[in-house]
């Protein structure tokens, strides 16, 4: 069963969030911000529920902390906050925050894309061999602020269902983008899902993707 750390000063939100999770995942909660970086190096989350507004440390501080180390960067974020606003969503987005929730919480929503997160954060699988080649693909959907993109990406390696590459437009962790290998023209690969994304401050994020409908051979097919 994966595990939640859900992180906000308010018992009865935390309780709130606890009835309507627990029959999915094992909660561990905290309302004290100054001890939730200690709780997930302890408890090991495979997600985070984040308040912003909290005494001493906010959320903002605390998504900023958890992106900076080692042990925890990898771990999704999810906001949920009474905080509205574009703005603050974008700042969220900018900080590494997988995903945004405004209280009150649309728990059917929060469900289903704690459940598409959690998929999308299985680690790669090692028993693929993978290589370091350089091939030129297209890719080709929506980025974080669910506008249309087309980028030409190179790969850094490749295994049989997974490449790396730098991407410039900003991408969130569980979306996914068409693929189409570019040697003579455009050959449609399939849809791929981004299950990584490294050092989102810089200009050419890399990400890890992982295809999840591959109609065509692929370069280790």
Request: with cysteine; aromatic share 8%; proline share 5%.
């Amino acid at each position: 069963m994966h595990k939640l750390l859900i992180i906000d000063d308010e018992a009865p939100m935390r309780r709130l969030m606890r009835i309507n999770l627990e029959d999915r995942y094992k909660i561990v909660e905290t309302g004290d911000p100054e001890l939730a970086l200690e709780a997930a190096l302890q408890s090991k989350p495979n997600a985070i529920l984040l308040d912003l507004r909290m005494p001493n440390y906010s959320g903002f501080e605390l998504c900023r902390t958890f992106k900076s180390i080692t042990t925890t960067q990898l771990i999704p974020i999810i906001i949920v906050t009474g905080e509205a606003g574009a703005n603050t969503k974008s700042y969220c987005d900018e900080l590494g925050a997988t995903a945004y929730f405004e209280k009150p919480i649309d728990f059917e929503a929060l469900r289903d894309r704690l459940a598409k997160v959690l998929e999308a954060a299985h680690p790669e699988r090692r028993s693929e061999v993978r290589i370091s080649l350089r091939v030129m693909v297209n890719l080709r959907g929506t980025d974080i602020y669910r506008k249309p993109f087309e980028e030409l990406c190179a790969t850094e390696n490749v295994s049989r269902s997974t490449f790396f590459c730098g991407c410039k437009s900003p991408l969130e962790k569980g979306s996914e983008v068409a693929v189409s290998l570019v040697s003579g023209g455009k050959k449609f690969l399939g849809m791929a899902r981004v299950v990584r994304c490294e050092d989102r401050s810089t200009p050419n994020t890399r990400y890890a993707f992982r295809f999840v409908q591959n109609d065509v051979n692929w370069i280790l097919q």
